[in-house]
Nanobody, 124 residues
Framework: QVQLVESGGGLVQAGDSLRLSCAAF????????MGWFRQAPGKEREFVAA????????TSADSVKGRFTISRDNAKNMVYLEMNSLKPEDTAVYYC?????????????????WGQGTQVTVSS
């Protein structure tokens, strides 16, 4: 059974940093491109960042460029999201997801597996 388990969320102040982690179980992790998405109350789920199979290629949303960094450790079946200079508008539930296809990684509908999410709240 495939499981993606996020951790590291919390309540922080604007300007602070957080590191989200996602542990993958039950899948051949090295075969999956990985992404982070987020969903704020009353809004649709949106793309945050994605990373390819070997970690050498990443892409991120304009809203987080220069502040958030995605990385992965294939030896540990882990993917991370380092979030710096957090803003109140970053407040959302953050989801980890995995997809076999490397095409169009920002498109949530293509992802095969999803975690349950971790809440990030940024106060002003």
């Amino acid at each position: 059974q495939v499981q993606l388990v996020e951790s590291g969320g919390g309540l922080v102040q604007a300007g602070d940093s957080l590191r989200l982690s996602c542990a993958a179980f039950g899948l051949n992790f090295e075969s999956y491109n990985m992404g982070w998405f987020r969903q704020a109350p009353g809004k649709e789920r949106e793309f945050v960042a994605a990373i390819n199979l070997n970690g050498r290629s990443t892409t991120s949303a304009d809203s987080v460029k220069g502040r958030f960094t995605i990385s992965r450790d294939n030896a540990k079946n882990m993917v991370y999201l380092e979030m710096n200079s957090l803003k109140p508008e970053d407040t959302a539930v953050y989801y980890c997801a995995g997809v076999l296809s490397g095409a169009n990684l920002p498109l949530a509908a293509l992802y095969d597996y999803w975690g349950q999410g971790t809440q990030v709240t940024v106060s002003s």
